[in-house]
């Protein structure tokens, strides 16, 4: 082989290489330290850089994104002597390339580090209790102390989290007892208020049931009475017209008699006879043992037979009767204070209550039944067409009496 061919072919090969060291493509969102002779020169951005060749040297590749890291469950001891265990989750961003190569050997391992012994200063000065309910607290805490601690090797903490507190196997049967127990107690006092509130209802209920109960039984007794009231006055009024009525006739039926005596126009012999026939019967009572009679009864004869009658042509004295009127109005009708007491129209109040019951009766009825005409008739067997009844007559008030009643005890 000539020797040309082999120095060209060693041009090519040196031509190649050095272009190839001396092009540097570096992809988005990514970093590149560059070192010349071993010493920093500049950051390779993204992109096409141009290197020296065999002179600068590509130290480290950055990642620019934002990186997340979850390490392992820690030991924290708290506040009050209990151990948990706690995983944590750091979401970090490398901001300065050059300090993230030459500040740190390995800033990974350098942000859990920084990381534990930040959670147990922090998590040290809780109590169990806080550490399960103050998440939000440790996260900023943490998330505080770590950004200021990396700040120095190019390094920004945006977020951490808590991903796990884990308490110990006793603590977390203790806590579920606890659970346990205020879910028991919460459920209690929700039944007991249920409870409450029920008997609070149904004593209402039966409150209202006791007032209308009460409303209504105070209604019929105030019906009921007003009812006994009425029929006691109706019944009043009829025995005083009966008693009046039958006094009339008693009345009439002496003035019947005394004008029949008068009529036959007895003796004294006769009525000295009658008067002997009477007192048998006069002795006829229980109570009468001793009867006597009188020895100037003679006398009262004569007497009597000369007071009421007129010697006749014998000289004995017979009784002449009156000449008999008729009387000129019925007995109702003799004094105007007494002419209502012969009402017998039915009350126009009482009728209308008939007919309401009446109409209610009618409309309880099905209406496949036809009621019958007479149920509509007002009391009494009227008919609709009839004049209204006359109400009743005013009662006297007490301590005052009609005519007829005067007359009466007169």
């Given at each position: 082989?000539?020797?040309?061919?082999?120095?060209?072919?060693?041009?090519?090969?040196?031509?190649?290489?050095?272009?190839a060291?001396s092009?540097l493509?570096?992809?988005?969102?990514?970093?590149?330290?560059?070192e010349?002779l071993?010493?920093?020169?500049?950051?390779?951005?993204?992109?096409?850089?141009?290197l020296?060749?065999?002179?600068?040297?590509?130290?480290?590749?950055?990642?620019?994104?934002?990186?997340?890291?979850?390490?392992p469950p820690q030991?924290?001891?708290?506040?009050?002597n209990?151990?948990?265990?706690?995983?944590t989750?750091v979401?970090?961003?490398?901001?300065d390339?050059?300090?993230?190569v030459?500040?740190?050997?390995?800033?990974?391992?350098?942000?859990?580090?920084?990381?534990?012994?930040?959670?147990?200063?922090?998590?040290?000065?809780?109590?169990?209790?806080?550490?399960?309910?103050s998440?939000?607290?440790?996260?900023?805490?943490?998330?505080?102390?770590?950004?200021?601690?990396?700040g120095?090797?190019?390094?920004?903490?945006?977020r951490?989290?808590?991903?796990?507190?884990?308490?110990?196997?006793?603590?977390?049967?203790?806590m579920?007892?606890?659970?346990?127990?205020?879910?028991?107690?919460?459920?209690?006092?929700?039944n007991?208020?249920?409870?409450?509130?029920?008997?609070?209802k149904?004593?209402?209920?039966?409150?209202?049931?006791?007032?209308?109960?009460?409303?209504?039984a105070?209604?019929?007794?105030?019906?009921?009475?007003e009812?006994?009231?009425?029929?006691s006055?109706?019944?009043s009024?009829?025995?005083r017209?009966s008693?009046?009525?039958?006094?009339?006739?008693?009345?009439?039926?002496?003035?019947?008699?005394?004008?029949a005596v008068?009529?036959?126009?007895?003796?004294?012999?006769?009525?000295?006879?009658?008067y002997?026939?009477?007192?048998?019967?006069m002795?006829q009572?229980?109570?009468?043992?001793?009867?006597?009679?009188?020895?100037?009864f003679?006398?009262?004869?004569?007497?009597?037979?000369?007071?009421?009658?007129?010697?006749?042509?014998?000289?004995?004295?017979?009784?002449e009767?009156?000449?008999?009127e008729?009387p000129?109005?019925r007995?109702?009708?003799?004094e105007?204070?007494?002419?209502?007491?012969?009402?017998?129209?039915?009350?126009?109040?009482?009728?209308?209550?008939?007919r309401?019951?009446?109409?209610?009766?009618?409309?309880?009825?099905?209406?496949?039944?036809?009621?019958?005409?007479?149920?509509?008739?007002?009391?009494?067997?009227?008919?609709?067409?009839?004049?209204?009844?006359?109400?009743?007559?005013?009662?006297?008030?007490?301590?005052?009496?009609?005519s007829?009643e005067?007359?009466?005890?007169?």
């Amino acid at each position: 082989m000539p020797v040309e061919l082999i120095v060209l072919v060693v041009v090519a090969i040196l031509v190649i290489t050095i272009v190839a060291k001396s092009v540097l493509v570096i992809p988005q969102a990514t970093a590149a330290v560059v070192e010349r002779l071993g010493r920093f020169r500049t950051t390779a951005e993204p992109g096409l850089n141009f290197l020296v060749p065999f002179l600068d040297k590509v130290r480290a590749k950055i990642d620019l994104r934002e990186q997340v890291v979850s390490f392992p469950p820690q030991p924290v001891i708290t506040q009050d002597n209990l151990t948990v265990s706690i995983d944590t989750v750091v979401y970090f961003q490398v901001t300065d390339s050059r300090s993230a190569v030459y500040e740190i050997s390995n800033y990974i391992v350098g942000v859990e580090q920084l990381t534990t012994t930040t959670l147990r200063n922090v998590v040290g000065g809780m109590s169990l209790e806080e550490t399960l309910t103050s998440r939000d607290q440790i996260n900023t805490s943490l998330r505080g102390e770590l950004d200021k601690a990396t700040g120095k090797w190019g390094l920004r903490v945006s977020r951490v989290e808590l991903k796990a507190i884990d308490p110990p196997p006793s603590i977390q049967d203790s806590m579920e007892k606890q659970m346990r127990a205020d879910r028991e107690k919460r459920a209690m006092i929700l039944n007991a208020e249920g409870e409450r509130e029920s008997a609070i209802k149904t004593a209402e209920g039966q409150k209202q049931s006791q007032i209308l109960a009460a409303e209504g039984a105070k209604q019929a007794a105030i019906l009921g009475a007003e009812g006994d009231r009425q029929s006691s006055i109706l019944r009043s009024q009829g025995e005083r017209a009966s008693r009046y009525l039958q006094a009339q006739g008693q009345a009439k039926a002496i003035e019947k008699v005394f004008a029949a005596v008068k009529q036959g126009k007895p003796t004294p012999e006769l009525l000295a006879y009658q008067y002997l026939q009477t007192l048998p019967q006069m002795a006829q009572g229980d109570a009468n043992k001793v009867w006597v009679v009188p020895s100037d009864f003679n006398k009262s004869l004569e007497g009597f037979a000369k007071m009421l009658g007129a010697p006749g042509d014998d000289g004995v004295f017979r009784y002449e009767p009156p000449k008999e009127e008729p009387p000129d109005t019925r007995p109702e009708e003799d004094e105007d204070s007494i002419s209502s007491w012969f009402d017998t129209s039915t009350n126009p109040e009482v009728a209308e209550a008939v007919r309401a019951a009446e109409a209610v009766a009618r409309k309880e009825v099905p209406s496949a039944m036809n009621p019958s005409p007479q149920m509509s008739e007002p009391l009494g067997g009227g008919t609709p067409n009839a004049p209204q009844a006359s109400p009743l007559p005013p009662q006297p008030e007490p301590g005052q009496l009609g005519s007829g009643e005067q007359s009466e005890q007169e």
